[in-house]
Nanobody
Framework: QVQLVESGGDLVQPGGSLRLSCAAS????????MSWYRQAPGKQRELVAG???????NYANSVKGRFTISRDNAKNAVYLQMNSLNAEDTAIYYC?????????????WGQGTQVTVSS
């Protein structure tokens, strides 16, 4: 049974930091491209950051220099360190695992964790 479980969301003041975690199970985590998406009220879900199985990373322009994605294949976990948070970062953050294999695409989502940036 595939599971992605996010944690770490919270209410934080502008300028603050949070670290999100995503625990994965039920699939071969090390082979998957892992990413964080977010969805703010009234907006479409957007890619925040991604990391390949080999550790290469990519970021949305809006978070470059402030957010860092990392993974621990031994723990089947992916993390998102978020610094210098501002109100525009308020959203539900979702973990996603994706693999393209033999002409099929496998994609799994977590249930999300709420991040609220407010004074």
């Amino acid at each position: 049974q595939v599971q992605l479980v996010e944690s770490g969301g919270d209410l934080v003041q502008p300028g603050g930091s949070l670290r999100l975690s995503c625990a994965a199970s039920g699939f071969t985590f090390s082979r998957y491209y892992m990413s964080w998406y977010r969805q703010a009220p009234g907006k479409q879900r957007e890619l925040v950051a991604g990391i390949t199985s080999g550790g290469s990373t990519n970021y949305a322009n809006s978070v470059k220099g402030r957010f860092t994605i990392s993974r621990d294949n031994a723990k089947n976990a992916v993390y998102l360190q978020m610094n210098s948070l501002n109100a525009e970062d308020t959203a539900i953050y979702y973990c996603n695992g994706r693999l393209s294999f033999l002409s099929r695409e496998y994609s799994y989502w977590g249930q999300g964790t709420q991040v609220t940036v407010s004074s």
